[in-house]
Nanobody, 122 residues
Framework: VQLQASGGGLVQAGGSLRLSCAAS????????MGWFRQAPGKEREFVAF????????HYADSVKGRFTISRDNAKSTVYLQMNNLKSEDTAVYYC????????????????WGQGTKVTVSS
């Protein structure tokens, strides 16, 4: 199984980025997908989740209204559209696949991508 995250980079505060995570080696349409992030010196934290069908989404309070998670099962890809970025969004962003259990806890995820770095300059 491989989850390949991409789309990170350097952006000014108030700007936008779209992260992508391409999956292979698993039946993508049967997994929920999540995005987590880890800032320097901090623990990994939940950012967003989308159910296998795309019908259900959840967001961390810190990104609600600014970030949008979506998926394309035909392309085995999950996206994270990030708007109005803030300096506190600076982190390495990871995508992950979950079969069952609470989407909020990283320990419930079965597979992880390698991460893509997002830096927001103020």
């Amino acid at each position: 199984v491989q989850l390949q995250a991409s789309g990170g980079g350097l952006v000014q505060a108030g700007g936008s980025l779209r992260l992508s995570c391409a999956a292979s080696g698993l039946t993508f349409s049967t997994y929920g997908m999540g995005w987590f992030r880890q800032a320097p010196g901090k623990e990994r934290e939940f950012v967003a989740f989308i159910s296998w069908s795309g019908a259900i989404t959840h967001y961390a309070d810190s990104v609600k209204g600014r970030f949008t998670i979506s998926r394309d099962n035909a392309k085995s890809t999950v996206y994270l559209q990030m708007n109005n970025l803030k300096s506190e969004d600076t982190a390495v962003y990871y995508c992950a696949a979950i079969k069952s259990g609470s989407y909020y806890y990283s320990t419930n995820y079965n597979y992880w991508g390698q991460g893509t770095k997002v830096t927001v300059s103020s």
